[in-house]
């Protein structure tokens, strides 16, 4: 099903695709086949806010519970009632999904998303079209998110090898409404949203809408971290109700924050590590402290312009046009702590003298792209079959400028460190300056390290051309077949720039390679609210695709290597159930991702790709209604992700792949009184998480421990106009790490125990 084109050395044939083990699942609610009882049943004109029928692109011609792929979408009705402002938070409505920190000496910042044991950072797309930045977005211009799992090459092309992410933006649409909210606080929380629609003329064909935001907030319990920023989205629809729709939108986002480096692990269970020679305890460390500067910041610019045209063809026939020019800006200088190197001469008898390594970083980075895409979908009959088609082609050029920020450590506000030399390797480490903070009281008016370009840097382009094609075949009431195939052509120029006055040249390295992923599904509908369904997918992640070639041969961004192939076998069932307004799902599934590292033969320089992980499980969800007033979104993932070979050492075959808890669960329900009052909360749970793919010993934290969040809400409808809104959350003020680094020896601490009030005004 999945092929390479490729002008590169030849490879061995890939081993056979997974099986999964067949799965029978009965739906908790079954409802009745018979077309004549169906008729006669009374339905409930409530409508579930949190339940969507369909996904938004075209590519997904099908209703979800006929869609044979485990797709979760959170609607804006669960951000409202969770107060959630970003798109972390809305992810904690779907299991399998982590965040993490980034490298030892780097962090990452923004939306770092693990999706089933994959990186998925690269993989966030808004209306279909790859977003840019590594950003925090947020959630105030956002109608849905939907979260698609499994190999996803043939509707998205080159991203993660479990999934991608789809951020649906608000249009205008043919009625006047408006909303206002004003939020306060833990932390010094202040944010307020504006969400204006307005008919242009009496026959609704056009339509205008308007989205403001504005932040301004610290970080509970973090000492001197704080969140600023605002928003604006105008967005213009003509012929709204016509046979020819268009829209034009435009998206700002301007964030000016001081970030947050995370604080040591040297409280958490299993930490260990050196502490200063002679020392005989190490007290727990504030969680609050920060140890950066008050030039520490992370400056943002977002600009997204974006034009769409509907046509309809004919009844069922419509051709979709989107171009789409984005460019995110990144200014940040952030300094993190570093638990293994503590300052010569501490006093190991008095630990309020203990001064500890820090880390000043920095990133200049600029992201652009231009895209456009077309789309026609199709009803037809043909051959006496039923067929819904969708087929498009799709442009895109994305750039990516990096400098590189250097600190600037002397005598003025450093340590000198001595030189020292290894008693094993007898590699000798010259004498340098280190930038140290106080463990327990750091101070941000100590000596500045400014952190300043260095003339080096890295240029990345990737452009690409595509064409795909689906069809979905109804060959009868109960059965149905989805297949999919897609074509791409992808080009990466890389350049690498030295520092101002190295010796050494720059890096040019380019890649260029055709490749084809597909997708296969069968439906089987019991009842016309149910089905069963059997599918396989592939998908392809070429060298560069994060905009950096390497040459080391058999590194994964390495021209010389083969794109990294994922092939997804899923076995699942979807009901409709409660008059519809209810979906239950279920999905046993199994990944295999390849090539994802190898050896170059030191005489002909051909590379065997070998690198292998694998991740299966089961997933459960439910969304809707219980009933007219009874709301929820709940889902539960058991994942097990190993790495089948990696390395070629006995250290990592074998290993659990890190960031992937076994078992993820998350549910939140809220329930409407009859007096205007709505109660709700929920609860999150994360397994204990693998730190390292490498099963020998693991400094410092060894893992991530466990956790289990509980949150509320309380709102009341004052009137038709004006509602509150109390949310609480973690409410057993529980401890517990949201990300950390590869390293382990610094994290981020999830919220404590908080609170936000919510006022709503409807004009």
Do not use: C
């Not at 938070?89 to 770092?112: C, F, K, S, V, Y």
């Amino acid at each position: 099903m999945s092929y390479i084109i490729s002008r590169k050395h030849p490879r061995a044939g890939s081993a056979a695709a997974a099986t999964l083990v067949a799965m029978a699942v009965l739906p908790v609610a079954a409802q009745t086949t018979s077309g004549t009882l169906r008729e006669v049943q009374v339905q409930s004109t409530a409508e579930s806010e949190y339940k969507a029928e369909r996904a938004s692109s075209p590519k997904l011609t099908q209703p979800l519970v006929d869609t044979p792929q485990t797709i979760t979408v959170i609607r804006k009705e669960v951000l409202r009632d969770q107060a959630a402002t970003t798109l972390t938070d809305a992810l904690r409505n779907t299991p399998g999904i982590t965040m993490q920190m980034g490298e030892n000496g780097n962090t990452a910042t923004g939306d770092a998303v693990y999706l089933r044991g994959f990186d998925a950072q690269g993989s966030i797309f808004v209306d279909g079209i790859r977003d840019v930045g590594t950003i925090t977005r947020d959630m105030f211009n956002i109608e849905q998110v939907e979260v698609v799992k499994g190999p996803a090459g043939t509707d998205i092309g080159r991203g993660s090898p479990n999934g991608y992410i789809n951020l649906q933006s608000k249009l205008p649409f043919a009625e006047n409404d408006a909303n206002a909210t004003v939020s306060l606080g833990s932390g010094s929380l202040k944010r307020s949203t504006l969400d204006l629609n307005r008919k242009l003329n009496e026959s609704g064909t056009a339509a205008f809408r308007l989205n403001l935001m504005a932040q301004d907030s610290g970080v509970v319990d973090r000492d001197e971290v704080k969140n600023k920023g605002w928003g604006f989205a105008p967005s213009l629809a003509l012929g709204l109700g016509t046979p020819t729709r268009t829209y034009f939108s435009y998206l700002h986002m301007n964030r000016r924050n001081r970030p947050d480096g995370g604080f040591v692990t040297t409280r958490l269970p299993g930490w260990s590590a050196s502490a200063p020679r002679g020392a005989t305890s190490f007290p727990a460390v504030d969680e609050s402290n920060f140890y950066g500067w008050s030039s520490d910041h992370d400056d943002v610019d977002s600009d997204m312009f974006t034009a769409r045209i509907e046509h309809d063809l004919a009844p069922g026939v419509t051709v979709r046009n989107i171009t789409r020019w984005g460019r995110t800006k990144q200014d940040l200088v952030l300094t993190a702590p570093f638990s293994s190197g503590f300052a010569p001469g501490t006093n190991a008898a008095d630990p309020a003298s203990w001064m500890i390594r820090v880390l000043p970083q920095g990133k200049l980075q600029r992201n652009e792209i231009l895209a456009n895409q077309t789309n026609i979908t199709a009803d037809l009959k043909l051959g006496g079959l039923d067929h819904s088609f969708s087929g498009g082609v799709e442009l895109a050029r994305e750039k990516q400028t990096n400098g590189t920020l250097a600190a600037n450590i002397n005598a003025s506000n450093g340590v000198l460190i001595p030189a020292s030399t290894n008693p094993t390797t007898g590699v000798v480490t010259p004498a340098s300056y280190q930038a140290f903070a106080s463990l327990y009281a750091p101070d941000m008016g100590r000596p500045l390290v400014p952190v300043t370009p260095n003339g080096a840097g890295t240029q990345g382009e990737v452009t690409t051309t595509a064409a795909y094609l689906f069809d979905t075949i109804k060959l009868s009431p109960a059965w149905q077949v989805s297949a999919g195939v897609r074509w791409e052509h992808y080009r990466t120029e890389y350049l690498s720039l030295p520092a101002t006055g190295a010796t050494t040249a720059a890096t040019r390295l380019s890649d260029s390679d055709s490749m084809f992923t597909g997708k296969l599904g069968v439906v089987y509908k019991p009842a016309p609210n149910g089905s069963i369904y059997a599918a396989y997918a592939t998908s392809a992640r070429p060298p560069g695709s994060d905009f950096a070639l390497n040459t080391t041969a058999g590194n994964s961004n390495s021209p010389n290597m083969d794109p990294q192939k994922a092939r997804t076998a899923e076995l699942g069932t979807k009901w409709d159930v409660l008059d519809k307004r209810l979906a239950l799902t279920a999905a046993l599934f199994r990944t295999d991702n390849t090539n994802e590292v190898g050896t170059a033969d030191p005489v002909t320089g051909a590379v065997d790709q070998y690198g292998k992980t694998r991740v299966q499980g089961v997933e459960l969800s439910a969304i809707g209604q219980i009933t007219p007033a009874w709301q929820l979104i709940a889902g539960v993932a058991n994942t097990s992700a190993k790495v089948i070979e990696g390395l070629r050492t006995a250290t990592t075959t074998g290993a659990a792949v890190r960031y992937s808890p076994k078992l993820t669960a998350t549910l939140w329900s809220t329930y409407k009184l009859p007096f205007g009052l709505t109660v709700g909360g929920g609860v999150r749970y994360v397994d204990t998480q693998a730190r390292s793919t490498n099963t020998a010993a693991v400094a410092f934290v060894p893992q991530i421990p466990s956790y289990t969040v509980l949150d509320a809400m309380l709102g009341y409808e004052v009137n038709k106009n004006f509602s509150l809104q109390l949310n609480v959350f973690n409410l057993t003020d529980k401890f517990y790490i949201a990300r950390i680094n590869n390293a382990g020896n610094r994290a981020t601490i999830g919220t404590p125990r908080s609170a936000v009030m919510t006022a709503t005004l409807k004009f």
